[in-house]
C-alpha cells in the first residue's frame, strides 16, 4: 500500500458520542492517543476530523474538533459541521475565518438533520467555501440513528446543487450506500463531484464477511463506471471502521496499480488544501 490520507474520521472523547457502540465493537478505547497511535501504525500521514454526532442527534460542538485537531502535533485538520440554520451558518463561517489556513472544508449532515443540499440557508456557506477553495462534504447513504430522515440522505439531492455550484468541490461521503451507483452517477456526470469510500461496513453481522466482498466489487463497478479513479477518495469513518478493515478493503478493488495510490493519497490533496 501507499501513503495514506484518511479523510473522514471522527472523534470527541465525550460520553455521549452516538459512534461508542461502534469503538466497542471494535475493542476501541476511541480516543486521540489512540487514534494517532493507529494512524502512526498504518502509514496515515493526516486525517480530517469531523463532528461525530451525539445520543439526542445534535453535534460535537466545532470548537472541540478543533481543540483535538491542535493537540494531534499536525496529523489531524479540522473539517466543520454545519447545521441548517441561519445563525449555525453565521457561525460556522465566522469560525472558518477565524481559522483560516486550519479549516480543511465543511460538512452537510443530510438525513440527520431534514435539509436538502440546495436549500437556501446554506447559500452564505457555499459562497465562502467558493471563495476559499474549500470543499463542502455531505453525508449520503444510511446512518447510524435510526430516526434519521433516507429522503434526505439519498446522493441524487446533490445533483441540483452541483448543477448550479459548478466552482464548489461537493463530497458525496460514504458512496451514498446502498445508492452506489447513484453516488458513481453524480462523480461522472459533475467535475466538481468527489466521493469517499468510508464507513461502508461494520462488524457483528452474521454475514459481515459475505458483505464485505459484495461491497468490493460494487465499489470498484462504481469506479469503473465512472471512468477512473482520479476522484474517489479513502476514508474510515473511524470508530465505525478500524484502518485494518478499511485499507483491507481497498485492497480486494479491482484497480490498477497507479489508481491506489490516487484513492489512498494524491486525489486528497487534490480536493483539500492538505
Given at each position: 500500500?501507499s501513503?495514506?490520507?484518511?479523510?473522514h474520521?471522527?472523534?470527541?472523547?465525550?460520553?455521549?458520542?452516538?459512534?461508542?457502540p461502534?469503538?466497542?465493537?471494535?475493542?476501541?478505547?476511541?480516543?486521540?492517543?489512540e487514534?494517532?497511535s493507529?494512524?502512526?501504525e498504518?502509514g496515515?500521514?493526516?486525517g480530517?476530523l469531523?463532528?461525530?454526532?451525539?445520543?439526542d442527534?445534535t453535534?460535537?460542538?466545532?470548537?472541540?474538533?478543533?481543540?483535538l485537531c491542535s493537540?494531534?502535533?499536525?496529523?489531524?485538520?479540522p473539517?466543520?459541521?454545519?447545521?441548517?440554520?441561519?445563525?449555525?451558518?453565521?457561525?460556522c463561517?465566522?469560525t472558518?475565518?477565524?481559522n483560516?489556513g486550519?479549516?480543511?472544508?465543511?460538512?452537510?449532515r443530510?438525513?440527520y438533520?431534514?435539509s436538502?443540499?440546495?436549500?437556501?440557508?446554506?447559500?452564505?456557506?457555499?459562497?465562502?467555501?467558493?471563495?476559499?477553495?474549500l470543499?463542502?462534504m455531505?453525508?449520503?447513504?444510511d446512518?447510524s440513528l435510526?430516526?434519521a430522515?433516507l429522503?434526505?440522505?439519498?446522493?441524487?439531492?446533490l445533483?441540483?446543487l452541483?448543477?448550479?455550484?459548478?466552482s464548489?468541490?461537493?463530497?458525496?461521503c460514504?458512496m451514498?450506500?446502498?445508492?452506489?451507483e447513484?453516488a458513481?452517477?453524480?462523480?461522472?456526470?459533475?467535475?466538481n463531484?468527489?466521493a469517499?469510500?468510508s464507513g461502508l461496513?461494520?462488524?457483528?453481522?452474521?454475514?459481515?464477511?459475505?458483505?464485505?466482498?459484495?461491497?468490493?466489487?460494487?465499489?470498484?463497478?462504481?469506479?469503473?463506471?465512472?471512468?477512473?479513479a482520479?476522484?474517489?477518495l479513502?476514508?474510515?469513518d473511524?470508530p465505525?471502521e478500524?484502518?485494518q478493515?478499511?485499507?483491507?478493503?481497498?485492497?480486494?478493488l479491482?484497480?490498477?496499480?497507479?489508481?491506489f495510490?490516487?484513492?489512498?493519497?494524491?486525489?486528497?490533496?487534490?480536493?483539500?488544501?492538505?
Amino acid at each position: 500500500m501507499s501513503r495514506v490520507i484518511d479523510v473522514h474520521i471522527h472523534l470527541s472523547e465525550l460520553r455521549g458520542d452516538a459512534l461508542r457502540p461502534f469503538a466497542e465493537a471494535h475493542g476501541l478505547r476511541y480516543d486521540l492517543k489512540e487514534l494517532l497511535s493507529l494512524m502512526e501504525e498504518n502509514g496515515v500521514e493526516a486525517g480530517l476530523l469531523l463532528s461525530p454526532p451525539l445520543r439526542d442527534n445534535t453535534i460535537v460542538r466545532n470548537r472541540r474538533v478543533l481543540d483535538l485537531c491542535s493537540r494531534s502535533r499536525g496529523r489531524l485538520f479540522p473539517v466543520l459541521t454545519v447545521e441548517p440554520s441561519a445563525a449555525a451558518v453565521r457561525e460556522c463561517v465566522a469560525t472558518a475565518r477565524r481559522n483560516r489556513g486550519e479549516v480543511k472544508g465543511f460538512k452537510v449532515r443530510l438525513g440527520y438533520v431534514p435539509s436538502f443540499p440546495d436549500d437556501a440557508v446554506f447559500s452564505a456557506l457555499y459562497d465562502f467555501a467558493e471563495s476559499e477553495g474549500l470543499p463542502v462534504m455531505f453525508h449520503t447513504g444510511d446512518t447510524s440513528l435510526p430516526n434519521a430522515s433516507l429522503r434526505h440522505a439519498h446522493p441524487l439531492n446533490l445533483d441540483a446543487l452541483a448543477n448550479v455550484r459548478s466552482s464548489l468541490n461537493i463530497v458525496v461521503c460514504h458512496m451514498g450506500n446502498p445508492w452506489i451507483e447513484d453516488a458513481a452517477e453524480l462523480v461522472y456526470k459533475h467535475r466538481n463531484v468527489y466521493a469517499d469510500i468510508s464507513g461502508l461496513f461494520a462488524v457483528g453481522a452474521k454475514y459481515s464477511k459475505e458483505y464485505v466482498e459484495y461491497l468490493s466489487g460494487r465499489v470498484s463497478n462504481a469506479i469503473y463506471f465512472a471512468g477512473s479513479a482520479e476522484k474517489f477518495l479513502f476514508g474510515t469513518d473511524y470508530p465505525v471502521e478500524t484502518y485494518q478493515s478499511a485499507l483491507s478493503f481497498v485492497g480486494k478493488l479491482k484497480l490498477h496499480e497507479d489508481d491506489f495510490d490516487r484513492v489512498l493519497y494524491s486525489n486528497a490533496r487534490k480536493v483539500f488544501p492538505i
